[in-house]
């Protein structure tokens, strides 16, 4: 079972990039509908902060205040991948950025069975 996060990197404030979650194994093979996705990141010395998360249709979609109107979720169920875009970057929005999945939407904002191993995003000033 694996949550694979990419498309971190280096960008300028103001700029954006688009995180991807994308999952493989046994428990999500045909399987990846089933489940609610949630994004998540952990700034140096901070906790673990919510961001956003999508239900299994991609129909339901809800943000953390620090991020609405920046950040979008979508998901592509036959590519088994959810989608983190992220706009307007400031400083602030330095971290490693993690997804992860849970059958039950209730669980995917808070604590996902399943965890990527994260990405680092570092937006520069």
């Known amino acids: 079972v694996q949550l694979v996060e990419s498309g971190g990197g280096l960008v300028q404030a103001g700029g954006s990039l688009r995180l991807s979650c994308a999952a493989s194994?046994?428990?999500?093979?045909?399987?990846?509908?089933?489940?609610?996705v949630g994004w998540f990141r952990r700034a140096p010395g901070k906790e673990r902060e919510f961001l956003a998360a999508?239900?299994?249709?991609?129909?339901?979609?809800n943000y953390a205040d620090s991020v609405k109107g920046r950040f979008t979720i979508s998901r592509d169920n036959a590519k088994n991948t959810a989608y983190l875009q992220m706009n307007s970057l400031e400083p602030e929005d330095t971290a490693v950025y993690y997804c992860?999945?849970?059958?039950?939407?209730?669980?995917?904002?808070?604590?996902?069975?399943?965890w990527g191993q994260g990405t680092q995003v570092t937006v520069s000033s």
């Open positions: 992860g999945a849970d059958r039950d939407s209730t669980k995917v904002t808070r604590y996902p069975y399943y």
């Open positions: 194994g046994r428990a999500f093979r045909g399987t990846f509908s089933q489940y609610a």
């Open positions: 999508i239900n299994w249709s991609g129909g339901s979609t």
